[in-house]
């Protein structure tokens, strides 16, 4: 358990190690399915650790990854979904004709991944898959799944590791659970 302010505790659900490991095996998985060119649209902000931590693995699996961002956002300040998806940023790189692969922290609901994976494929993509680093299967709004998956996570609100609570522990090293 880590003590960041005063009041606040967090237990680590899956630590440094954990989370490198299945990014390498995550990486190796892409690459065999993918080939070594694909387009990697990471859904920025929370996945942003995740998705270079995931570029650098598909680098020493052999791949030459592009890259571009999307900023989406269905979250707003507070910890529920607004289910109504924004676009905050978009892609720059041309679409059409690419393999893309879009990288999120986590599908619950679905509404943002299948709102990007809508968007990139009216864009003309040649295919287009999604890899997250959490599952929680039980939450989906929409019919939407992903084809690379780091963990399925409990129904618990994470942090660290990209992902935050009103845009706070971004920066933890490890995916943990805010309890009290």
């Known amino acids: 358990m880590s003590t960041l302010a005063p009041g606040v505790h967090i237990s680590v659900l899956y630590d440094a190690a954990t989370l490198a490991s299945r990014v390498r095996a995550l990486a190796d998985e892409i690459v065999?399915?993918?080939g070594r060119e694909p387009l990697v649209v990471p859904v920025l902000k929370s996945s942003f650790i995740f998705a270079a931590d995931l570029l650098?693995?598909?680098?020493?699996?052999?791949g030459e990854p592009d890259m571009d961002f999307i900023g989406l956002s269905s979250y707003g300040k507070g910890t529920q979904s607004l289910g109504e998806v924004t676009i905050v940023r978009d892609t720059e790189i041309p679409i059409e004709g690419r393999d893309v692969l879009i990288v999120d922290d986590i599908l619950e609901s679905g509404r943002t991944l299948?709102?990007?994976k809508d968007l990139i494929t009216a864009r003309r993509a040649k295919s287009v898959r999604i890899c997250v680093l959490l599952e929680k299967p039980g939450k989906r709004a929409?019919?939407?799944e992903?084809?690379?998956v780091g963990f399925e996570?409990?129904?618990k609100f994470v942090i660290g590791y990209g992902m935050d609570v009103a845009h706070a522990y971004r920066q933890l090293p490890f995916v943990g659970v805010m309890e009290g």
């Open 32 to 34: 065999a399915d993918m």
């Open 153 to 155: 996570c409990p129904d």
């Open 56 to 62: 650098r693995a598909l680098h020493e699996a052999g």
């Open 142 to 144: 929409v019919n939407i």
């Open 146 to 148: 992903p084809d690379f």
């Open 114 to 116: 299948a709102f990007a």
